[in-house]
C-alpha cells in the first residue's frame, strides 16, 4: 500500500513571512521619511522668527518596485494583461530650501538692510566670503559694519577723494564722530538789486605824492628802479623819507569809508621804487584787468609820472581810496610820504557786502564785494563787479595783493541778467596746507536790475563749509553709504554690493544665517544693488523669515498622519507574523 507523503507545513508559512518583511521594511522606511519632513517642518516652525530665514520643504519619490509579471499582450482569444509590480517604499528625492522673498519690515535703525530680489548679502568668514539674507547689521567697535556672527559685510571702498572704487570688495568702515571733513566752496550765489537809474561811475579817486627827486641835488625821480631809500621830497631835497633800513613800512589805507587791513612791506637796501609802488597797488587793491580807462586817460593802478607816484582808483562812491596822513608808519615813526587826493573822489552808483567762502580745509576766508553802474544804453545796464580778500596769498614774501578780479553783469530792459561773463574767481591759498588756488564762481542772475530803493547786493548760498564731523549715515537703494557731517556736508563712504547665484536651491547652509557656495549653486555674480536682477535695498528696515506657519502646521498633521499609518502597517504585520508562526505549532 502506497502512503500519503505528508506535506511540509512549515514551508509555506515561511514564505509568507518573507513576503511581509517586505512590507516591514517598507513601512520602516516610511516612518524615516516621515521622520525626515517632521524634522524639516519642525525647523521651519522654529525659524519662524528668525530674520530673513528660508524655510525647505521635504519632496518625496517612489522606489524601485518589485515586479511579479510583466503582463502579456493581447491575442487573438485573449485581451491581454497587465504587469503587477508591488512598490518597495518612498525616498527622499529632493530637501528643497524656499528662496522667495520673506515680509519686509521697518525698523529704526540706518544699518539694517532688506534685498528686494534674489541677491545675496557677501560678508567674509575665516575661509572666505559666506552669503546670507539677513541684514540686521551693526557698527563694531572698530566702527565696521559687521553682521551678527561679527563677519565683515563686503562693499567697494572709496578713494580719497570719496568716489567709489569697484574693483576691490573689503570691509566698510563708518568712523561716526572720527572722520572730519570740510567743504571748499566751488559756487556762490548773489541776491539783491542794482538799480538803473543811478549814475554812472564816470572816474574813480587820483592820489598823488608830493613831485620827489633822488638827491640832495635835486635830480627828478623818473625811474621806478630807483632805490626806495634814495627817495626825497623836492621841497626837502636834503632829507631821506625813508631811513633805519632795513625796517618794516607798515600801511593803513582807507576805502570807500572802510580801514583796510594793515599791510607791511619789509623795506631792505635793495628795495625799489616799483616794489613800493606795487605794495601800495596790493594794499588798496586796484583792479585793473578788463577795466575800461577813465576820461582823463589814467589807467586803475600805481604809476610814476612827473616825478610823483600817483595811485588810480576804481569808480564808485564805495571803492574810493584815501591814504590818510600818518597811516604810513616805519621804525616807530610816520614817513612824510602823503599821497593826498588829487580831484574828486570816485563816483556812480555802487554798493558794497561781505561774504564768507571757505577753503578745502574749512577755514573761513571773507571775501569783499563792490559793484558800481559802468555804462549804459537804451536797452541795457552794465554793471562792473569787483572782489577782493585779506586772505589771499601768493606765498610770495612781500606779495599782500588783495585783489580777486573783476567782472561784468548786463542787465536787459525789463530789469532781467542778459548776460553775465567771466564770472570765475580765484584766492591763492599758498602758505597754509589747503588746496591753492580756490576757485568758485559767482553768479549773479538772481539779482534784479530794477529797484526803487537804491543798490544793495547780499550772499543768497555758497556750498562751502566749515569743519565737520561724521555723525549719521544713509544707504540707499543701490547700497551707497552716504555720510552725514555736522557742518551739512554728504560724502560717500562706500558702496554695498550683491551676490547672486543661478541656483540658489545649490548654496550650502554655513551655520548660523549664512550659506556657502556649492558644486550646483554655480558661482556667485557680485554687482551693484539694483544691476543683473540682484535687486535693490531699503535701508532701516529687515527681511522676516518666509515660513508660512499655517501651512507648516497643515503639512505637520500629515506627515504626523502618514508616520502613524506606517506604524499601524508594522503593527498589522507584525500580528499576521504571529498568526503564521503559531501554524506551525
Not at 143 to 160: F, H
Not at 485 to 510: E, H, K, M, S, Y
Request: charged share 15%; glycine share 12%.
Amino acid at each position: 500500500m502506497i502512503g500519503l507523503v505528508e506535506p511540509n507545513c512549515h514551508a509555506r508559512p515561511w514564505g509568507v513571512i518573507m513576503g511581509l518583511t517586505s512590507a516591514l521594511n517598507t513601512s520602516l522606511n516610511g516612518l524615516s521619511l516621515n521622520e525626515t519632513a517632521i524634522d524639516v517642518l519642525s525647523n521651519n516652525i522654529a525659524n519662524a522668527g528668525t530674520n530673513a530665514f528660508k524655510s525647505s520643504q521635504v519632496q518625496f519619490s517612489t522606489q524601485l518596485a518589485r515586479t511579479l509579471s510583466f503582463g502579456s499582450r493581447p491575442t487573438a482569444t485573449n485581451g491581454g494583461t497587465n504587469a503587477k509590480q508591488i512598490g518597495l517604499g518612498a525616498t527622499v528625492a529632493a530637501i528643497i530650501p524656499d528662496f522667495s522673498q520673506g515680509s519686509i519690515t521697518n525698523t529704526t535703525t540706518p544699518s539694517d538692510l532688506a534685498i528686494q530680489g534674489d541677491g545675496f548679502f557677501i560678508v567674509e568668514s575665516q575661509e572666505g566670503n559666506v552669503y546670507t539674507r539677513n541684514g540686521t547689521f551693526r557698527l563694531n567697535s572698530e566702527n565696521v559694519l559687521t553682521n551678527s556672527q561679527g563677519l565683515r559685510v563686503q562693499a567697494y571702498g572709496v578713494d580719497d577723494d570719496f568716489n567709489i572704487i569697484n574693483t576691490e570688495l573689503k570691509g566698510v568702515q563708518i568712523p561716526l564722530g572720527e572722520l572730519s571733513i570740510a567743504e571748499a566752496t566751488e559756487n556762490v550765489v548773489m541776491s539783491g538789486a542794482l538799480s538803473p537809474q543811478g549814475e554812472i561811475g564816470t572816474h574813480g579817486t587820483l592820489l598823488e605824492t608830493a613831485p620827489l627827486v633822488i638827491d640832495g641835488a635835486g635830480t627828478a625821480l623818473t625811474s621806478t628802479a630807483t632805490l626806495l631809500s634814495d627817495v626825497r621830497l623836492a621841497s626837502d631835497p636834503a632829507t631821506q623819507l625813508f631811513t633805519g633800513i632795513p625796517a618794516d613800512l607798515e600801511l593803513t589805507a582807507v576805502k570807500g569809508g572802510r580801514t583796510l587791513d594793515t599791510k607791511t612791506l619789509a623795506v631792505t637796501a635793495t628795495t625799489t621804487v616799483q616794489d613800493y609802488m606795487d605794495f601800495l597797488d596790493q594794499t588798496l587793491g586796484l583792479q585793473s584787468n578788463g577795466v575800461p580807462t577813465d576820461a582823463d586817460g589814467i589807467a586803475v593802478g600805481v604809476d610814476l609820472s612827473g616825478g610823483m607816484i600817483r595811485a588810480k582808483g576804481n569808480r564808485g562812491s564805495v571803492n574810493d581810496i584815501s591814504v590818510p596822513v600818518g597811516s604810513m608808519v616805519m621804525n616807530g615813526g610816520v614817513v612824510g610820504l602823503d599821497v593826498p587826493r588829487n580831484g574828486e573822489a570816485a563816483d556812480g552808483e555802487s554798493t558794497f557786502t561781505t561774504f564768507v567762502v571757505f577753503d578745502s580745509l574749512g577755514e573761513a576766508l571773507t571775501v569783499r564785494m563792490s559793484a558800481y553802474k559802468e555804462a549804459e544804453t537804451t536797452s541795457s545796464t552794465t554793471f562792473r563787479y569787483i572782489l577782493e580778500s585779506d586772505n589771499n596769498s601768493s606765498g610770495i614774501p612781500g606779495d599782500v595783493d588783495i585783489a580777486l578780479g573783476s567782472s561784468t553783469v548786463v542787465f536787459d530792459s525789463v530789469g532781467n541778467v542778459a548776460d553775465q561773463p567771466n564770472n570765475s574767481f580765484s584766492i591763492d591759498r599758498n602758505g597754509s596746507a589747503a588746496v591753492s588756488p580756490m576757485v568758485f564762481e559767482v553768479d549773479m542772475s538772481a539779482i534784479s536790475g530794477i529797484s526803487s530803493s537804491g543798490s544793495n547786493l547780499n550772499l543768497k548760498s555758497q556750498d562751502g563749509s566749515s569743519p565737520g564731523v561724521l555723525t549719521s549715515f544713509v544707504i540707499d537703494e543701490q547700497g551707497v553709504i552716504n555720510g552725514v557731517f555736522d557742518n551739512g556736508v554728504i560724502r560717500t563712504l562706500g558702496q554695498v554690493v550683491l551676490a547672486r547665484f543661478t541656483n540658489p536651491g545649490g548654496l550650502l547652509q554655513d551655520g548660523g544665517d549664512t550659506f556657502r557656495e556649492g558644486v550646483s549653486s554655480g558661482e556667485p555674480l557680485v554687482s551693484t544693488p539694483g544691476t543683473f536682477g540682484a535687486g535693490t535695498i531699503r535701508a532701516g528696515a529687515i527681511e522676516l523669515s518666509n515660513t508660512d506657519i499655517g501651512r507648516s502646521l497643515v503639512d505637520l498633521i500629515v506627515a504626523s498622519t502618514n508616520y502613524r499609518g506606517n506604524a499601524r502597517v508594522i503593527d498589522s504585520t507584525n500580528r499576521l507574523v504571529d498568526e503564521l508562526l503559531l501554524l506551525g505549532r
